[in-house]
Protein backbone atom coordinates (compact mmCIF):
# COMPACT_ATOMS: atom_id res chain seq x y z
CA UNK A 1 0.00 0.00 0.00
CA UNK A 2 1.14 3.28 -0.52
CA UNK A 3 2.20 5.53 2.15
CA UNK A 4 -0.88 7.30 3.49
CA UNK A 5 -1.12 10.81 5.39
CA UNK A 6 -2.87 11.24 8.41
CA UNK A 7 -5.13 14.14 9.61
CA UNK A 8 -1.80 15.64 10.79
CA UNK A 9 -0.10 15.50 7.53
CA UNK A 10 2.35 13.22 8.70
CA UNK A 11 2.87 9.13 7.20
CA UNK A 12 -0.41 7.30 8.78
CA UNK A 13 0.51 5.00 11.65
CA UNK A 14 -1.06 2.02 12.77
CA UNK A 15 -4.65 1.82 14.91
CA UNK A 16 -4.37 -1.67 16.40
CA UNK A 17 -3.04 -5.21 15.77
CA UNK A 18 -5.20 -6.62 18.22
CA UNK A 19 -7.71 -6.79 17.35
CA UNK A 20 -6.66 -6.53 13.37
CA UNK A 21 -8.43 -3.35 12.42
CA UNK A 22 -8.80 -1.74 9.25
CA UNK A 23 -10.91 -2.37 5.87
CA UNK A 24 -8.07 -4.01 4.27
CA UNK A 25 -7.38 -5.84 7.63
CA UNK A 26 -3.72 -4.77 7.69
CA UNK A 27 -3.99 -2.61 10.92
CA UNK A 28 -4.06 0.83 9.35
CA UNK A 29 -7.28 2.84 8.69
CA UNK A 30 -6.64 3.19 5.13
CA UNK A 31 -9.40 3.44 2.61
CA UNK A 32 -9.72 2.65 -1.37
CA UNK A 33 -12.06 1.36 -3.37
CA UNK A 34 -14.56 -0.51 -2.05
CA UNK A 35 -14.52 0.86 1.05
CA UNK A 36 -17.76 2.50 1.01
CA UNK A 37 -17.94 3.21 4.93
CA UNK A 38 -14.82 4.87 5.04
CA UNK A 39 -13.05 3.17 8.25
CA UNK A 40 -10.91 5.83 8.51
CA UNK A 41 -11.10 7.30 12.42
CA UNK A 42 -8.81 5.35 14.46
CA UNK A 43 -10.46 5.46 18.17
CA UNK A 44 -10.17 3.81 21.24
CA UNK A 45 -13.64 2.32 21.66
CA UNK A 46 -15.85 2.71 24.97
CA UNK A 47 -18.93 1.37 26.90
CA UNK A 48 -20.97 4.24 26.03
CA UNK A 49 -19.50 4.19 22.47
CA UNK A 50 -20.33 0.69 21.95
CA UNK A 51 -23.62 1.26 23.31
CA UNK A 52 -24.78 4.01 21.14
CA UNK A 53 -23.19 1.95 17.92
CA UNK A 54 -25.14 -1.04 18.76
CA UNK A 55 -28.48 1.19 19.27
CA UNK A 56 -27.57 2.97 15.94
CA UNK A 57 -27.76 -0.77 14.27
CA UNK A 58 -24.15 -1.33 14.18
CA UNK A 59 -23.29 -3.90 16.69
CA UNK A 60 -19.20 -3.59 17.24
CA UNK A 61 -19.64 -5.65 20.63
CA UNK A 62 -20.75 -9.17 19.71
CA UNK A 63 -18.00 -11.62 18.30
CA UNK A 64 -19.14 -13.15 14.59
CA UNK A 65 -16.09 -15.87 13.92
CA UNK A 66 -16.95 -16.06 10.09
CA UNK A 67 -15.80 -12.81 9.31
CA UNK A 68 -12.49 -12.90 11.69
CA UNK A 69 -14.06 -10.46 14.31
CA UNK A 70 -13.76 -11.03 17.83
CA UNK A 71 -15.75 -7.72 19.01
CA UNK A 72 -14.77 -5.15 20.74
CA UNK A 73 -14.47 -3.89 24.42
CA UNK A 74 -13.42 -0.66 26.12
CA UNK A 75 -10.65 0.52 25.27
CA UNK A 76 -9.83 -1.75 22.17
CA UNK A 77 -8.66 0.77 19.12
CA UNK A 78 -10.71 0.39 15.79
CA UNK A 79 -10.74 1.68 12.34
CA UNK A 80 -14.40 3.12 12.84
CA UNK A 81 -16.56 4.94 10.06
CA UNK A 82 -15.91 8.31 9.47
CA UNK A 83 -20.43 8.51 9.27
CA UNK A 84 -20.37 6.76 12.49
CA UNK A 85 -18.05 9.29 14.59
CA UNK A 86 -19.70 11.87 13.25
CA UNK A 87 -22.84 10.30 14.46
CA UNK A 88 -21.98 9.80 17.93
CA UNK A 89 -20.31 13.52 17.90
CA UNK A 90 -23.62 14.53 17.73
CA UNK A 91 -25.22 12.65 20.36
CA UNK A 92 -22.25 13.34 22.42
CA UNK A 93 -20.85 9.90 22.84
CA UNK A 94 -17.99 10.17 20.47
CA UNK A 95 -14.99 7.98 21.54
CA UNK A 96 -11.59 9.41 21.61
CA UNK A 97 -9.42 8.79 18.50
CA UNK A 98 -5.59 8.84 17.61
CA UNK A 99 -5.29 11.47 15.33
CA UNK A 100 -1.37 9.86 14.13
CA UNK A 101 -3.26 6.65 12.86
CA UNK A 102 -6.55 8.34 11.31
CA UNK A 103 -6.76 8.74 7.54
CA UNK A 104 -6.59 12.30 6.48
CA UNK A 105 -9.80 11.69 3.74
CA UNK A 106 -11.82 12.16 7.60
CA UNK A 107 -11.12 15.61 7.21
CA UNK A 108 -13.61 15.33 4.01
CA UNK A 109 -16.43 14.72 6.41
CA UNK A 110 -15.37 15.90 10.20
CA UNK A 111 -13.61 18.48 11.11
CA UNK A 112 -9.79 18.87 12.38
CA UNK A 113 -11.14 20.83 15.51
CA UNK A 114 -13.55 17.96 16.40
CA UNK A 115 -10.84 15.67 16.26
CA UNK A 116 -8.58 17.49 18.07
CA UNK A 117 -11.00 18.10 20.85
CA UNK A 118 -11.42 14.12 21.20
CA UNK A 119 -7.56 12.89 20.68
CA UNK A 120 -6.12 10.66 23.34
CA UNK A 121 -3.47 12.82 23.85
CA UNK A 122 -5.09 16.20 23.66
CA UNK A 123 -8.06 17.87 25.41
CA UNK A 124 -10.87 16.14 26.65
CA UNK A 125 -14.59 17.23 25.89
CA UNK A 126 -16.62 18.10 28.84
Not at 31 to 56: K, M, W
Not at 96 to 103: C, D, F, N, P
Request: aromatic content about 8%; charged content about 15%; overall charge negative.
Amino acid sequence: MAQTSNVLGERLLPCSFEPMTGFFRDGCCHTGPGDHGLHTVCIQATDEFLRFSQAAGNDLSTPVPEYDFPGLRPGDHWCLCVTRWQQALTAGCAPRVVLAATHISALEFVALEDLQRHALDGPVES
